[in-house]
């Protein structure tokens, strides 16, 4: 299967910086990537979808102006996460979406591993 | 996309078959049935996915009732490594709609 990776891996802050979390799709082109935040023993949780070339598409409640969202090539986006506090501790999980050689209508997303932001 | 519900929970024996069970009963006929897992503290992992034919891959297999009702995933022979929450997800693959994780079946499988 398609290989999405993040980076960093775990990341602990301050509060009050801010974090970047970069996701990358490894062997195939993503012009679609997805960005999902998950609290322990909960589901995860899209925050927003990123579009190469364009603005992010936020979920209701994901403040764009704090998670800000950069999707500068087919095989990167990244989460910048802005003024952390210790609520914005999380593991956030991206995904890409692949549509498949022939580009038909049946698209799959994989996933990064994830990344553990914790915020003192 | 419509609503998946599945067991909260479910043990089997390592070497055995595990069948996970997911009902869809609201499906539409545009939805296909995804099937990702969760190891503890990673990302999920694409399992496989179906529109209304049996499918089979290196992983599991997966059976789709004939009315689309409901499906079962089937990892053929469970190894402890298989210890994860399975989710079940319906939806539209034509577009790039979201993924709408539930609350899954953990699996444990044990000795």
């Known amino acids: 299967g398609a290989v999405v990776s993040q980076h960093p891996s775990r990341v602990i802050c301050k509060s009050g910086t801010s974090v970047k979390i970069e996701c990358r799709s490894l062997d195939f082109q993503a012009t679609t990537m997805f960005w999902y935040r998950q609290f322990p023993k909960q589901s995860l949780m899209l925050m927003a979808t990123s579009n190469e070339g364009s603005k992010a598409t936020y979920e209701q409640g994901v403040e764009k102006d704090k998670f800000l969202i950069n999707h500068a090539s087919l095989t990167l986006s990244t989460l910048t996460v802005t003024s952390a506090h210790p609520e914005d501790s999380s593991f956030y999980i991206c995904s890409a979406r692949d549509v498949g050689p022939s580009g038909g209508d049946t698209d799959t997303q994989y996933f990064g591993p994830g990344t553990r932001l914790t915020v003192l | 996309d419509a609503k998946t519900t599945q067991p909260p929970s479910m043990d089997c024996a390592e070497g055995r078959a595990a069948n996970l069970p997911c009902n869809h009963s609201?499906?539409?006929?545009?939805?296909?049935v995804y099937w990702y897992r969760q190891i503890h503290s990673q990302g999920p992992q694409y399992i496989i996915h179906g529109l209304k034919n049996n499918e089979t891959n290196e992983m599991a297999s997966l059976i789709i009732t004939e009315d689309r009702k409901s499906s079962t995933l089937i990892l053929p022979h469970a190894t402890l490594r298989d210890t994860a929450v399975y989710y079940c997800i319906v939806r539209v693959a034509s577009t790039a709609s979201k993924l709408t994780f539930g609350t899954g079946t953990r699996l444990q499988v044990t000795l």
């Open positions: 609201t499906i539409s006929g545009n939805e296909y």
